[in-house]
């Protein structure tokens, strides 16, 4: 059984070409603060994010988590991203109410400035509201607005496990053996780029779609922490283009980041931290 690690090669390599890269103080200080920006208001949006994806899951499945795996699994997630207990049953609670609506799920896809790509993944009550504000921001922030798959084909979906700890490469190897997961990508370098781990002394462990169920189920049974998410990896790795083009595209992402509708925002754009 061989483990291949294809992609985590190629955006290993376009990580370091743009290491090498003569940037600019400029650069630099706009990655901190952008790394600032987004740390600042992680903790809120994380919070809501997961109120809707359990108001989602309970409303389909009733509140009783021995019954509602999909609930239970949603908590598990949650804690691990260290949302406050009150915040998961207060969610539980609201979506028994008559008045609570409905969420749905839809994508967004743009092209910005230096050919910049992006997916803004909404979860939203208000359809309507959700994709004339979407579309608002790429209007202001001169995007150009792609047909539903044309961005979205540059990507990989991929099954994102982040851990809680450390996990040595011997370690993640016997675990994917013992589930039957034989393609796995395990990164632990935290650098500010989104597709590696969220914080320091944690990693990040990707997989197939198909894989993810049987290895966070076995990791879950032996303690571990970790949080299981879907994500997009760019297939040939991340972009940094000009200076101006640069902050433009942080602008813009920022500018999805802050609306209330938006789950998350991924790009190729190179967000990597530098000296």
């Known amino acids: 059984m061989g483990f291949t690690n294809h992609f985590h090669h190629r955006t290993n390599a376009v990580v370091s070409v743009s290491k090498r890269m003569n940037l600019s103080m400029g650069r630099a200080a706009a990655v901190r603060a952008n790394t600032k ?20 899951a309970t409303k389909a499945g009733g509140p009783d988590t021995n019954s509602n795996r999909q609930l239970a699994q949603v908590i598990a997630d949650a804690k691990a991203n260290d949302v406050p207990m009150d915040v ?22 743009f092209i910005g400035p230096g050919g910049i790509y992006y997916i803004i993944n909404v979860l939203t009550d208000n359809d309507n509201r959700a994709a004339s504000d979407v579309n608002l921001v790429g209007k202001k922030h001169n995007l150009k607005s792609s047909s539903k798959g044309s961005v979205a084909f540059n990507f990989l ?11 040595e490469e011997d370690e993640i190897m016997e675990l994917c053996l013992e589930s ?8 632990t370098i935290c650098d500010g780029n989104p597709v590696n781990p969220k914080a320091e002394n944690k990693c990040t462990v990707y997989v197939e779609m198909k894989d993810m169920a049987a ?8 303690g571990y922490q970790l949080e299981t998410s879907v994500t997009n990896i760019p297939k040939d790795g991340c972009i940094a283009p000009s200076d101006e083009e640069y902050d433009l595209n942080l602008a813009a992402i920022a500018a999805f980041e802050a609306l209330d509708d938006v ?7 190179d967000l990597t931290e530098t000296d």
Do not use: C, H, P
Request: glycine content about 4%.
């Open 37 to 56: 920006a987004r740390t600042d208001g992680a903790k809120a949006k994380n919070n809501n994010r997961f109120a809707k994806k359990i108001i989602m």
């Open 88 to 109: 998961i049953k207060r969610n539980i609670e609201k979506a028994s109410a008559t008045n609570q609506a409905d969420y749905n799920e839809s994508l967004f896809e």
């Open 157 to 167: 979906k991929k099954a994102r496990l982040d851990i809680g700890k450390i996990v």
């Open 180 to 187: 039957g997961v034989d393609d796995y990508d395990l990164r």
């Open 215 to 222: 290895l966070r189920d076995l990791m879950r049974s032996k």
């Open 263 to 269: 789950d998350s925002v991924e790009t190729n754009l």
